[in-house]
């Protein structure tokens, strides 16, 4: 059964920006989906409205929208496209549910679309708890006790049965929104209250608890003969109760004997055939409980999941790719298994090593947010690792996750007396530090049974972590390090670093004396097979073992260092920028990858031509340095694609020898030094804002007022806006410093240096993304924030090209670049923000790696700046690469009037963190970077893309209704027109009675509303919190008024956010949002492809050349 | 700690710590890709004789319990495991699997590059090997004994190919496993009588007849046609064991007097290849066999997908591409399909006589460990002996093989 011929088109709908619950692995997902297709001949059409995203690029569609995914714009896309199909079931839960509502509003039917992959009767049973649960008992499993409620009246009654605690679960929604465990009824009110919210049918489920069950998934493939195979089984090591993303998770399953399992599959198996999954993948979760062994069905995902990117990984099977293929009409045995390349996808891979997933969480970015884990899933990305047993891959996969305080430490004594019980009473609550608590408690002498009593965590991975501590024991005990001391200590996954810890040496000790012993990784390979038949597939793991399976070669390699796990401020863009430099790379060079995220398209093992599924350590990187270097020549290490995490290494590699491609470390260091940045400004003649450090609270009152306040105030230690705050007064500054100090004293340390800099206020932040090849400089994009200075880059929204600078203000930025990339001396990515105040261009900072923008960038010119990088790297100059035409002739210098506008908006995180009382943290924006992921509005005028952006990256500004303005008193004047504007498009205008009074002097008549802090009125009137929590409120105005942000305005932001409607929380937005309510109003939104945008511009480019030409004839004439 | 070294005879050692017993054992090493059942697959008397390499890292995780084993002892000769459990954890599990291969006195290695060995195998082949262990390691002056001296002797030990083995694995005595009915209970009438010859059984497989409602006469293997007529059998099945199908003549013969009287007939795994060999169709060693729970299998007449539980180092030769007549006696037997085929190498799995109600296939339909897939085949065995002129009909519904896409 070959594939359809009456198919020639398919749209594939991507998953929207990074949130969590629905990251990166979408992108892998959908580019393998999008590959397969056009392998396959096949027109494909793809929206996406992600720009940092690998797929979203032009060549892997025919046509690619990266537009809002709403059933307008999808709709206007099919009556232009016309596709054949629509294949929904790789872009996650948005995907699923865009292709639901095109069902339900009759589109699909209107154009005779298809939908592939996935059906609505079987999306419906998958996802409808009530059908699901049907299937589960016509399946022969059992389904926890439950009762569905559309109330909370019927809630209450369903609970008496139920009993307490009782697990609440909104139907319909992704990543366990909006979900979460009620012990009484307090909770049960606010939890079911938010689910019946966030469910899209405003139902919820409630269910008997199955806590601390042992929690297992599979993942399964159906084809249209109904062939099924069990891809993967993953394990929990947390049990139920907290959310899988949330969990570490071990593939293969660990502790089941066959029976068990094959009871699994055949549920399993039985389940996808009744829900009627006709060909792709889907995802299965079991609770098992571990004194009977009872199996509950918890639920299925028909569709690519985040655990189906996991397994792919962890197995070698492409589930992505491979539904592609079935969607078309293939079946599994048809099939090759790219891996082995002889044997067919018709097979269930079995694996010879063990893989350990952990979560990275971004509490510290929220710092009012409940830490306990629960079934609404909160980390922001996951590490990965693959060892030959467990304990080798989880100290993998726990040193990858590159934060403080997330491996295991033998520091200091053993816990005692009341500090272990206070300990050991902690670990039965998961947060993202139990594991590393529960080791420290068993180290401390309590027994794996107690401990399994207290967490639920199977005794089996208990003991393999006292197991572990055993081996650190013998590591410190022992009178000398020999090769056998070493060789256990690495067998079980210790790290150089902790070897060093434990003896008391330091890591280059500990690492050069294993390294003369000759106790060095091998390199194992994933296979799918066990070694059952040969792998063509260079994917490699390192592990303590005796036979290394690394292939030698001819062609001198070049490593390419990822970013590893997501995290806020260093996500996707920068897995992008890496993806790029191999695709750029290969074929001069053999590219070699080195990254430990399973979300990302790098770590696909046809990405690059070898990939190590590696953790970004130094030790890590240096011994697959060694093993490729062993292997064949070479050339070098791309360090600067990857964000922080490479960068920070690129100083010891180089030390240790390692040739660094691209800016040499040195003066990546000289950008991040005051000192000599400060140089290479001054050298350039450029300004900066004034700054100046401060130890003591004397001296920091003094600087601000020196330098002059609003200042910004930071400790200096920090990266990504951690800690920084923006400082209006004395009085704040005081309380920063007090706050600071007390931080300090705590840790038992002192106050560390604290950067004071000027606050520009009311500046026009601008992000230069350039290139530099050292005679030469290629200005890539040239991004206009529309908040000001003072909220992180990555949270502003911008736009590109800026909208409001001129042309000689754009040379003088270019001028600037340039001073600085050769001041610097930067080969390859630069990325400055500039601050324009009063016809003064500040430097704020420079940073010569890739950015996060880089993506936005290219996506908006059509240059491809990331792949222009990697060969500038690599000894091209920027004159070669615009002979080769891999760089147009003009740069973002030279303005092209007829540009489209392209605006990125930030997307942000805040509802699903919640404080102890279960409101929603602060929403205000700040110095602190917290969004999650972008998108990306792309239209001939600002005010369309403005609204395009908001439309994918929240739903959409309102057109109609009532806007609650309430903002400081430094912004009263500013809001004037804007308010003015939105009355004369019908909005009602509301405010509290100060801004109510500015703007009655100014002939706006608003009605005035209580505030929350005075409370009811004497009849009950509401206040401003009670009308927004009832949804009578469609667009909140709120500025804080420095941060510390008094009850009233929290409480008017917490409300909002969690009533899902439009905030605004600066000026400078709220003029934005206007006209975009403008452009919404004028009619639905036009829609162009990448494909059209690139073609216009080169149009536009050729036309300038030849103008130019003529001109240049015309000259030579005259 | 104790120390024990891995020696195959071409030489290459594996040297690692003891595990179960201590001592010296011999055997044809070869390896399983399972990655659960270590219970089952311990117990399978197929593996007699051979030492058993389990590709999956942890082994032991699950312990031992009283209900998963698939025969009364542990038959493997040795035991080679990369990292074995310290701890058991699971509800039903009685004892350590460690205790458990000490107490049967199996010697095993553990915390060897098992993956390195694997691929060893799989480009040399399966080979004699040995495991030696513990004092075993010293010789009489309490010297470490040389590795040379430990290849010479595995180099001295049988080979598999040759070895007549179905005698020693088998019961001593014939057993009736009952019917069960529906819900479980005994049935007092069952819905087909099968005499099962016992070359090495797996008790799985009468069990999965039982349920299906067959009384099931587990038979020796030296049994005699009137032996088996004297159960007055609707089917006669014939297992899985161990050993070189070429050897096993009495078997062989056996079969032949059953086809004769057209006695519906299933047979698995060596079963299979005896039924191949009594058809005249030749048997060979593989490489290094197929040993796992996850190798898909075309059914070609459905042109369905199965994932199916191995455990055999010799298959049938017989012509894929078309039906043939069976070479025995002129072509006595009529003709045969190759019902199933390894979709990874194309191996014959399955045979089907299209004038004859016998078929058989080399995979373990029963499971155990592995996934059920295929315990249709029971269902068909079942279809065979209610209307056994059904012939290969019942045993493949289709016979046009040029229908299924690899048949093409």
């Known amino acids: 059964m070959p594939r359809r011929t009456d198919i020639h088109s398919v749209l594939v709908i991507g998953s929207g920006p990074i949130v969590i619950g629905q990251a990166a692995e979408f992108d892998y997902s959908g580019t393998q989906a999008c590959r397969v297709l056009k392998e396959e001949g096949l027109r494909v059409v793809l929206v996406n409205s992600n720009p940092a995203t690998i797929m979203t690029d032009p060549e892997f569609a025919d046509a690619t929208y990266v537009e809002p995914i709403t059933t307008e714009v999808l709709t206007s896309i099919i009556a232009k496209e016309r596709p054949d199909a629509i294949l929904p079931t790789l872009g996650g839960q948005t995907a699923l549910n865009a292709a639901i509502a095109l069902d339900e509003a009759g589109v699909l039917e209107e154009y005779g679309v298809e939908l592939i992959g996935a059906n609505i009767p079987a999306i419906q049973k998958g996802e409808d708890r009530e059908q699901f649960k049907q299937v589960v008992e016509v399946c022969g499993g059992e389904s926890a006790r439950s009762a569905i409620i559309h109330t909370i009246d019927e809630a209450l009654v369903a609970v008496e049965d139920l009993g307490y605690p009782v697990v609440v679960r909104p139907s319909f929604t992704m990543g366990g929104l909006g979900s979460g465990i009620a012990y009484d009824e307090a909770d049960l009110r606010r939890i079911v209250g938010q689910g019946l919210h966030y469910s899209p049918t405003t139902e919820v489920l409630l269910e008997e608890s199955i806590l601390g069950w042992k929690e297992y998934e599979l993942e399964l493939m159906r084809d249209k003969a109904d062939n099924v195979v069990v891809v993967c089984s993953i394990e929990n090591v947390d049990p139920v109760g907290v959310h899988t993303g949330d969990s570490v998770t071990v593939a293969p399953a660990l502790t089941l004997t066959d029976r068990e399992y094959q009871r699994l599959r055949d549920i399993g198996i039985a389940v996808i055939r009744e829900v009627g999954v006709d060909t792709g993948g889907c995802n299965i979760q079991f609770a098992v409980n571990p004194d009977t062994g009872r199996i509950i069905v918890i639920e299925m995902n028909p569709r690519v999941s985040r655990s189906s990117a996991l397994a792919s990984k962890a197995t070698g099977f492409p589930i992505a790719k491979i539904a592609a293929r079935l969607a078309v009409g293939y079946t599994l045995d048809e099939i090759p298994n790219d891996i082995t390349g002889s044997t067919p996808a018709s097979f269930e891979p079995t694996l010879d090593y063990v893989v350990v997933k952990v979560p990275r969480f971004a509490f510290e970015k929220f710092p009012a947010a409940d830490p306990t884990l629960t079934t609404t899933m909160k980390s922001v990305g996951e590490a990965m690792a693959l060892g030959r047993n467990f304990t080798e891959a989880l100290g993998k996969a726990m040193r990858s996750i590159d934060r403080k305080g997330t491996t295991f430490h033998w520091d200091g004594e053993a816990l005692t007396g009341e500090a272990l019980d206070a300990l050991v009473a902690t670990i039965s609550r998961p947060t993202e530090h139990r594991l590393v608590d529960v080791q420290q408690v068993l180290r401390a002498g309590v027994s794996v049974d107690e401990v399994y009593a207290r967490t639920g965590i199977d005794p089996w991975f208990l003991d393999q972590l006292q197991l572990i501590n055993e081996v650190a024991a013998e590591t410190a005990a022992a009178p000398e390090l020999t090769a056998a001391v070493l060789r256990r200590a690495k067998r079980h996954g210790l790290s150089d670093v902790q070897v060093a810890s434990l003896r008391g040496v330091s890591e280059d000790v500990a690492r050069e004396v294993r390294q003369a012993l000759g106790v060095r990784p091998v390199y194992k390979t994933v296979d799918t097979c066990a070694a059952e038949f040969a792998a063509r597939t260079p994917y490699h793991y390192s592990s303590y073992d005796e036979e290394t399976e690394v292939a030698p070669r001819e062609r001198p390699a070049v490593l390419i260092l990822g970013s590893g796990p997501n995290r806020i401020g260093q996500g996707i863009e920068f897995d992008y920028s890496c993806v790029h430099a191999t695709l750029a790379l290969k074929g001069e060079f053999e590219t070699v990858m080195v990254n430990c995220n399973p979300e990302t398209v790098s770590t696909d093992y046809d990405t690059a031509d070898r990939l190590y599924f590696e953790p970004l350590t130094f030790e890590d990187v240096l011994e697959v340095y060694e093993a490729e270097k062993a292997a064949g020549p070479v050339a070098g290490i791309i360090v600067q694609l990857g964000g922080q995490t490479p960068l920070s290494l690129a100083q010891r590699l180089e030390d240790a020898g390692l040739p660094i491609l691209g800016t040499p470390p040195a003066a990546i260091d000289a950008a991040e030094d005051r000192g000599a940045f400060g140089a290479v400004l001054a050298a350039a003649g450029l300004p900066a804002p004034a700054f100046g450090t401060a130890t003591t609270l004397p001296v920091a009152r003094e600087t601000a007022a020196r330098i002059g306040y609003p200042v910004l105030v930071r400790p200096s230690y920090v990266l990504g806006g951690r800690g920084m705050e923006i400082v209006y007064s004395d009085e704040q500054l005081t309380e920063y410093v007090e706050r600071a100090l007390a931080d300090a004293s705590a840790r038992g340390g002192a106050l560390p240096p604290l950067l004071i800099d000027r606050f520009l206020d009311d500046a026009i932040e601008i992000d230069v993304d350039a290139l530099y090849d050292g005679t030469e400089l290629f200005l890539g994009g040239v991004m206009e924030h529309i908040e000001e200075a003072g909220i992180h880059s990555g949270d502003s929204a911008c736009v590109l090209p800026p909208v409001s600078l001129s042309e000689s203000e754009l040379q003088r930025i270019k001028v600037s670049t340039e001073a600085i990339a050769q001041g610097v001396g930067v080969r390859g990515l630069l990325n400055i923000q500039f601050a324009l105040v009063s016809d003064v261009l500040y430097v704020l900072e420079a940073n010569p790696r890739a950015s996060r923008t880089v993506p936005f960038v290219s996506k908006a010119t059509g240059v491809p700046l990331a792949k222009a990088a990697a060969l500038v790297m690599t000894g091209k100059s920027i004159a070669d690469l615009r002979a080769s035409g891999v760089l147009p002739a003009d740069d973002a210098g030279v303005i092209d009037l007829d540009a489209p506008i392209a605006v990125k908006e930030a997307v942000l995180p805040f509802k699903r963190f919640r404080t102890g009382d279960g409101t929603v943290v602060d929403t205000v924006l700040g110095p602190e970077m917290r969004s999650t992921g972008e998108v990306m509005g792309f239209d001939t005028d600002f005010p369309t893309a403005f609204a395009k952006s908001q439309s994918a990256a929240f739903g959409g500004l309102p057109t109609s209704g009532r806007a609650f303005i309430s903002v400081a008193d430094r912004d009263k004047r500013s809001i004037v027109f804007p308010v003015k504007r939105l009355q004369e498009l019908g909005f009602e205008i509301l405010a509290t009675d100060g801004t109510a009074a500015v703007l009655k002097r100014n002939g706006i008549a608003s009605t005035v509303v209580r505030k929350f802090s005075s409370g009811r009125g004497p009849a009950g009137e509401p206040t401003i919190v009670d009308l927004i929590s009832a949804g009578e409120v469609d667009i909140v105005v709120n500025t804080p008024s420095g941060q510390g942000a008094r009850a009233d305005g929290y409480e008017i932001r917490a409300a909002t956010t969690a009533a899902d409607k439009a905030i605004v929380t600066t000026v400078q937005q709220l003029g934005a949002a206007v006209q975009g309510i403008e452009a919404a109003l004028a009619g639905p939104f036009g829609v162009a492809s990448l494909q059209e945008h690139d073609a216009a511009t080169a149009g536009r480019r050729a036309a300038v050349a030849a103008g130019a030409s003529v001109a240049g004839d015309s000259g030579a004439v005259a | ?408």
């Open chain 2, 1 to 408: 700690m104790t120390d024990a070294l891995l020696v195959l005879e071409d030489g290459r050692t594996f040297a690692g710590e003891a595990y179960g017993a201590t001592g010296t054992t011999w055997g044809e090493i070869v390896f399983n890709t399972g990655m659960t059942g270590y219970q089952e697959t311990l117990t399978d008397p197929s593996y007699h004789r051979q030492i058993v390499v389990m590709t999956a890292p942890h082994i032991g995780n699950t312990g031992v319990n009283d209900e998963d084993p698939e025969s009364g002892r542990i038959w493997v000769s040795g035991y080679v495991v990369r990292d074995p459990a310290r701890r058991a954890s699971n509800w039903r599990s009685d004892r350590s699997l460690d205790e458990e291969l000490a107490a049967q006195g199996v010697v095993g290695i553990s915390g060897i590059d098992t993956r390195a060995l694997t691929r060893h195998l799989r480009e040399r082949g399966v080979m004699r090997a040995a495991i030696v262990s513990g004092d075993a390691l010293l010789d009489a002056a309490g010297r470490r004994r040389a590795a040379e001296d430990l290849v010479a002797e595995v180099q001295d030990r049988p080979q598999m190919a040759g070895a007549d083995l179905a005698g020693e694995v088998s019961t001593d005595t014939a057993y009736v496993v009952k019917a069960l009915g529906p819900d479980g209970a005994p049935l007092g009438e069952p819905v087909a009588r099968v005499a099962a010859v016992d070359l090495g059984i797996k008790s799985m497989t009468p069990n999965r007849m039982a349920e299906r409602g067959i009384e099931v006469h587990v038979l020796p293997a030296q049994s005699s046609i009137d032996d088996v007529l004297a159960t007055a059998p609707d089917g006669v099945f014939f297992s899985n064991g161990p050993g070189d199908p070429s050897a096993a003549t009495h078997e062989v013969e056996l079969l032949r007097e059953v086809l004769d009287r057209k006695i519906p007939f299933f047979g698995i795994c060596y079963g299979n290849q005896l039924l191949g060999r009594a058809l005249g169709y030749g048997t060979y060693k593989l490489g290094y066999g197929h040993r796992g729970v996850n190798q898909p299998v075309l059914d070609r007449a459905t042109g369905r997908v199965e994932i199916t539980a191995h455990n055999h180092g010799f298959a049938v030769d017989a012509p894929l591409d078309e039906v043939s007549v069976a070479p025995h006696d002129g072509g006595r037997y009529g003709r045969v399909t190759v019902s199933h085929v390894d979709l990874n190498d194309d191996v014959v799995e399955g045979l089907a006589a299209l004038d004859l109600p016998a078929f058989s296939v080399q995979y373990h339909p029963e499971a155990a460990a592995g996934p059920h897939d295929a315990a249709y085949l029971f269902d068909r065995f079942l279809d065979l002996m209610r209307d056994p002129s059904a012939g290969a009909a019942a045993a493949g519904q289709a016979t046009d093989v040029t229908d299924s896409p690899k048949g093409a």
